[in-house]
């Protein structure tokens, strides 16, 4: 039996509000620029794997969608002020009715391969819908929805603990880079230790990171 192919669902917020906790966070170099590379890298790592069929960017910033259409994502207007769920159920929303999964964009680290992994495991989930949650283990990275069954998004703060609560299992696989979402100055530097994309790695080159991890 073939593998399904997924349609990958990632909201980035406008650039001037995106990535608050990270400002500030490379020295000389522009904030909206950062948010920027954050989500490219990881619009990046999505085509790139396997998996995927479709990616799908929710989002209401022009440079955003000019960056998403360039590398082959398709772009869906962003709901006005309805928050991260619902710009998640809005992509779900507007894909085949297949397998769906909704990402994160704040994962320049993100490996094809570790995404991959994490969809076939999600896969064989017997109907039920899965989520990975990030390496501290509260927050959410990816949420995974087979055909039939609404996404239901509930990120946010305490997602992984909202996601269990509304009857999705955890993923346990060993996926270091799809975990490492980045919030913070930390996130990134132990980003950096994964292993960048090419647009984040290139602000790391010329910027100076405000503190790094312990």
């Keep these: 039996m073939s593998q399904p192919r997924w349609a990958v669902v990632v909201p980035v917020k406008r650039l001037s509000a995106a990535k608050s906790r990270l400002r500030g966070a490379l020295s000389g170099v522009p904030h909206e620029e950062l948010a920027l590379a954050l989500a490219a890298d990881t619009l990046r790592a999505v085509l790139a794997c396997p998996a995927v069929a479709e990616a799908l960017v929710v989002t209401d910033d022009a440079r955003v969608a000019a960056v998403a259409r360039a590398a082959g994502a398709r772009v869906l207007p962003d709901l006005p ?51 990975v949650a990030d390496a501290p ?54 980003a950096a230790r994964l292993g960048l994309g090419p647009r984040t790695a290139a602000l790391l080159a010329t910027g100076h990171p405000a503190h790094s991890a312990s």
Excluded at 86 to 106: E, Y
Excluded at 164 to 173: C, F, Q, R
Aim: charged fraction near 15%.
């Design 137 to 190: 283990g509260t927050g959410t990275v990816l949420l995974a929805a087979p055909p039939g069954i609404a996404l239901d998004p509930r990120f946010g703060v305490g997602s992984a603990a909202a996601h269990a609560a509304s009857g999705a299992l955890p993923l346990s696989g060993d996926w270091p880079s799809l975990r490492r979402d980045v919030d913070t100055a930390d996130d990134l530097t132990t």
């Design 81 to 131: 002020d309805a928050g991260l769920n619902a710009a998640f159920r809005h992509g779900a929303a507007h894909t085949s009715g297949g397998w769906v999964a909704g990402l994160t964009a704040d994962l320049p680290a993100l490996r094809p391969g570790e995404l991959a992994g994490a969809l076939l495991a999600a896969h064989n989930s017997d109907g039920v819908r899965r989520f």
